[in-house]
């Protein structure tokens, strides 16, 4: 467990009753090891995730992850050093992030209708790897790179994975989202690998977009969507526009998932630390709750994951305009889910 900075430790103390509460009579206990990871440890050690804390962590069954950054730190110190490097060491190639309108939930959107899609974001590559430098920084004649790295071997593991969601699906639907029109090679990995694998996936139907005409769908047609697979960095954009059209990141559940199992899979909400409102016990722990729900779901608790998720949606549909504290939502919920 890596509560992390800010509101982090805050949801995660709930995420942790209600997982509780889950697995209460079942005959499986859970014993959370706390790990110290974040701004107070980087300000008190200078350290961010060291190899004795990933050969630690390692030995766990999954992790559950708060929210991670402060602005007292440089900015990507510990998205990199911390979170990315958790995401990178433990091969968390899906990034799976669902995007789904709970009934009682406002969209800003005008029509939402039926909106239930989700997201497999590749997790390790792409522009977030690092490859890249800059020369004569800081003067007028500075060049800064960003390198995208894409492997045949690293599509294909996650196109597979996202058309065996698809497959499961009862739309059986998978969309592309790519720019293969200006990033052409790239792009024409991700599009011949979408192809070939479709071989194995018969009876799953698919379709193309570019990034920015993705944009414009999801606000104007977001039941057009089931299954959307994408790279790493339009998938952290895509999936933030995700979390805005189903009642904001305070609702947006993730899962870092190693289908392999050579390592530990990492469960977070989509939202930050949130240093404003940190320590007001104000911060709504439902996608922290619902980032439970999918470890759950992965440790092969289906039934106990049912619960957490429907004890999330009644919650939502009768929520109304009520203002809770994070401890009184969490304990709401872990109510809900003992039934
Ligand atoms: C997310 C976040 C991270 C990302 C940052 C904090 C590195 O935005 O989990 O979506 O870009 O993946
Ligand atoms: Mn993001």
Do not use: C
């Not at 977009?209 to 969507?225: E, K």
Request: aromatic content about 4%; cysteine-free.
């Amino acid at each position: 467990m890596v509560a992390g900075d800010g509101i982090g430790i805050e949801v995660v103390e709930q995420g942790l009753a209600v997982l509780d509460a889950a697995l209460a009579g079942t005959g499986t206990t859970v014993s959370p090891t706390p790990f110290d990871l974040g701004a107070q440890r980087w300000h008190r050690t200078g350290e961010t995730l060291t190899d004795e804390d990933l050969a630690s962590i390692r030995t766990h069954d999954a992790i559950l992850l708060g929210a991670i950054g402060d602005p007292s730190v440089p900015s990507g110190v510990l998205e990199r050093g911390l979170l990315l490097k958790l995401r990178f060491a433990l091969d968390h190639y899906v990034n799976l992030r669902p995007g789904k309108l709970y009934q009682g939930v406002k969209s800003p959107l005008a029509e939402p209708g039926e909106i239930d899609f989700v997201v497999v974001r590749e997790g390790t590559e792409g522009p977030y790897v690092g490859n890249g430098g800059a020369i004569r920084v800081g003067t007028p004649h500075e060049v800064a790179n960003e390198v995208s790295v894409n492997t045949a071997f690293g599509v294909e593991r996650v196109v597979r994975d996202a058309f065996a969601r698809a497959q499961a699906r009862p739309r059986k639907h998978l969309t592309l989202v790519h720019k293969h029109n200006v990033l052409v090679h790239a792009g024409h990995l991700w599009r011949r690998t979408v192809e070939a694998v479709n071989a194995d996936f018969p009876d799953v139907t698919t379709d193309y977009l570019h990034v920015d005409a993705a944009t414009i769908f999801l606000t104007t047609n977001p039941s057009r969507f089931d299954v959307i697979v994408t790279d790493n960095l339009f998938g952290d954009i895509l999936t933030d526009q995700a979390a805005a059209i189903t009642g904001g990141i305070g609702l947006a559940a993730s899962a870092n998932i190693n289908p392999d199992r050579t390592a530990p899979s990492m469960f977070e909400p989509v939202h930050g630390s949130a240093p404003d409102i940190a320590g007001q016990g104000k911060a709504d722990p439902t996608a922290t709750v619902l980032s439970v729900a999918m470890l759950l779901d992965h440790l092969g608790l289906t039934d106990e994951s049912r619960r957490v998720e429907a004890a999330v949606a009644a919650d939502l549909a009768e929520r109304g305009t009520r203002v809770r504290s994070t401890a009184e939502v969490g304990a709401e919920l872990a109510d809900r889910v003992r039934g």
